[in-house]
């Protein structure tokens, strides 16, 4: 077999693929736990790479030492067994490093957490998988007459595998699958290399201790969760672009796309309020004077699963709702455990991209801006360029409304950049904190007089639950006067200051457990949890 360079192609291609794989692998891994932002796939990429260097020159070293490929294919095994117990181990590493790291860890803790997270679960098998080039290349080259030809070959075959390995677990093995199976998958697969060439060398032992530990984990994948606890969970599941939780208790069901934090979206099964953002929101249609419109038009950009849809159409009469959602899986989960209204009209789109190609020349009478991707609004939906592209797409006298998580009351937030942005775009803005909550909702029109249209609608409210919200959130809007902080397509660093605001509450969390557990030691802390 090694002397029939086919199955060392074969190796490298595989390999090759398996790499690409662990890695997007390790994306959804975290991503319920520490978001799938920039800075994680950079902590990830980076992770990964320093892996792989140290990778290519031990495996250089040792190929230089020896010529036995048994100890390359060994170490492929042992990448098998490892990358298949990724799954299992991966929540309890988790859990064991944010723990640790609370105690000692005052700033940057989720970058920290990730970065350890990263390297304790992924270095050590693609260290492994980074001995192979350097390997094979020992194995290939037989002459100095045909080694740039052979280099050729192995790389191409490398990127190739590469390219099949990064394609193949988004579009397929995760959506189809899950991350859990994923990693089973691609760990058979360097089984297979691996346990192939000891069984042709007629030494089983390696390839079937590796194979047994590969299934044993396999199995255990089985009951592979994200979730710290299972109370209430009734649907947990991925898409391309989520992780996907839904609970459900007697008063409520609630989806969420992060273990740790976060409700996306909630049905209250009584038909009430709901005591966060989306209550506030529905000033929005007051302030647009849908009541005395007759028809009116709401876009929203970032539906869920449809509590800003259900509300309006509940509460105002004659409204026609389009929403706008690019995962399709949450559009699905909408219609069985959120019951969406059937006559919302759904596009599964990017929201940007919705305004400009699907109807780029519709107006709205009210467009509602909540699409998040983990814990930041998309940068292109936090422009100078997409507010303007709102803005061009309501009616006369239409409005804007904006849910801005995490407040922070540092200088040159992302919630400050944002109000200046809009600000900078719309004549009139108004800011209101909701209580309990790090969201700020904003509301902006053209019309300077959308307080005064919102006030006299209030007064008209037959809802006396509805009234006595809005009386709420009208005493509490502030003016936004706009400042210097634009955010341009070509500058919108949204992932780094909503970082640095996520950063600012977990360490005011992690201080006020700090101090619990320094006035009653360790059984004060669990007594703080119960």
């Known amino acids: 077999m090694i002397r029939q360079n086919w199955f060392l192609y074969v190796t490298e291609f595989f390999s090759g693929m398996s790499v690409m794989a662990v890695e997007l692998g390790a994306s959804r891994l975290l991503a319920p736990y520490f978001s799938s932002s920039q800075i994680v796939w950079t902590i990830i990429i980076g992770t990964i790479m320093i892996a792989m260097a140290i990778g290519n020159v031990w495996g250089g070293r040792m190929a230089d030492k020896s010529s036995n490929p048994d100890k390359l294919y060994a170490r492929i095994l042992v990448a098998a067994v490892w990358t298949a117990a990724i799954p299992l181990a991966g929540k309890y590493v988790i859990i064991g490093v944010s723990a640790l790291l609370a105690f000692f860890v005052g700033t940057n803790f989720l970058i920290w957490a990730s970065f350890l997270s990263c390297l304790i679960l992924f270095v050590f098998p693609l260290l492994l998988l980074g001995t192979v080039t350097p390997s094979l290349t020992k194995f290939t080259v037989d002459n100095l007459d045909n080694t740039g030809k052979t280099v050729g070959v192995l790389g191409a075959l490398n990127t190739i595998g590469s390219i099949i390995g990064t394609f193949l677990p988004t579009f397929v093995t995760i959506p189809a699958f899950g991350t859990a199976v994923t990693f089973f998958i691609f760990s058979g697969i360097l089984l297979f290399i691996g346990g192939g060439y000891f069984l042709v060398r007629g030494r089983y032992r390696r390839g079937i201790i590796a194979a047994v530990l590969v299934i044993l984990f396999g199995l255990s994948n089985v009951w592979f969760s994200f979730a710290l606890s299972k109370d209430d969970v009734i649907y947990e599941g991925e898409s391309i672009y989520n992780y996907l939780q839904v609970k459900d208790n007697k008063t409520s069901t609630v989806l969420s796309t ?68 690019i995962d399709k899986k949450i559009v699905s989960l909408a219609r ?195």
């Open 258 to 325: 992060n273990v740790l934090f976060g409700v996306q979206s909630i049905l209250m099964k009584d038909d009430s309020l709901t005591g966060m953002y989306y209550d506030y929101a529905l000033a929005a249609p007051l302030m647009a004077d849908v009541e005395n419109k007759g028809n009116c038009s709401l876009l929203i950009l970032g539906l869920g699963s449809g509590t800003y849809a259900t509300q309006c159409t509940r509460y105002f009469d004659g409204i026609d709702v389009t929403g706008v959602e």
């Open 336 to 530: 069985t455990y959120f019951r969406l209204p059937k006559d919302t009209k759904v596009s599964v789109f990017d929201g940007r991209a919705f305004l400009s190609v699907q109807e780029p020349d519709k107006k709205y009478d009210i467009i509602m801006v909540d699409a998040y991707q983990d814990i930041t609004i998309p940068f292109q939906m936090s422009t100078v360029e997409f507010f303007t592209m709102v803005k061009e797409h309501l009616n006369e006298g239409g409005v804007m409304v904006v849910n801005m998580n995490m407040h922070s009351d540092k200088e040159n937030s992302i919630n400050e950049c944002l109000c200046d942005t809009i600000a900078s775009v719309f004549g009139t803005a108004y800011t209101v904190r909701v209580p309990g909550s790090t969201n700020v909702e904003l509301f902006a029109s053209g019309n300077p007089e959308m307080l005064a249209v919102c006030a006299k609608n209030v007064r008209q409210l037959d809802n006396n639950e509805l009234a006595q919200m809005m009386r709420t959130v009208m005493s509490g809007l502030t003016p936004v006067d706009g400042g210097s902080c634009i955010l341009t397509d070509d500058k919108a660093p949204v992932e780094l200051l909503g970082m640095s605001a996520l950063d600012e509450m977990i360490g005011d969390e992690l201080n006020y457990y700090r101090s619990v557990v320094k006035k009653g030691g360790v059984s004060g802390l669990l007594n703080e949890l119960q």
